[in-house]
């Protein structure tokens, strides 16, 4: 078992940055691959980002947060991070973490999942 906790959401005005955190606890957190994916009211959950798992750890990006968005994991810490910078009204949605055996955009290939943190992008 995973445990994930994401933290860092909040209410952003357009143009700002913002910095999601999330912690694993449980099994070797470093041997899984991690996503990030979100979920706005009304929509089908989204992929953001992701990492595989194991060296060197290759980073995707969603293809509308490109240039925007960035993650990085600390596997001392375990803990996975999502840099968002010039934040949109879109970006507005619930940002979940989540951990699987194998990188994929799919959600459903993820086994564990955080509870989600907010964003809201709104001036």
């Known amino acids: 078992q995973v445990q994930l906790v994401e933290s860092g959401g909040g209410l952003m005005q357009p143009g700002a940055s913002l910095r999601l955190s999330c912690v694993g606890s449980?099994?070797?957190?470093?041997?899984?691959?991690v996503g990030w994916f979100r979920q706005a009211p009304g929509k089908e959950r989204e992929f953001v980002a992701g990492m595989d798992a194991g060296s060197p750890y290759y980073a995707y990006i969603g293809d509308s947060m490109k240039g925007r968005f960035t993650i990085s994991r600390d596997n001392a810490k375990n803990r996975v991070y999502l840099q968002m910078n010039s934040l949109k009204p879109e970006d507005t949605a619930i940002y979940y973490c989540a951990a699987g055996l194998r990188f994929t955009e799919l959600s459903t290939g993820y086994d564990y999942w955080g509870q989600g943190t907010q964003v809201t992008v709104s001036s």
């Open positions: 449980g099994r070797t957190f470093s041997n899984y691959a």
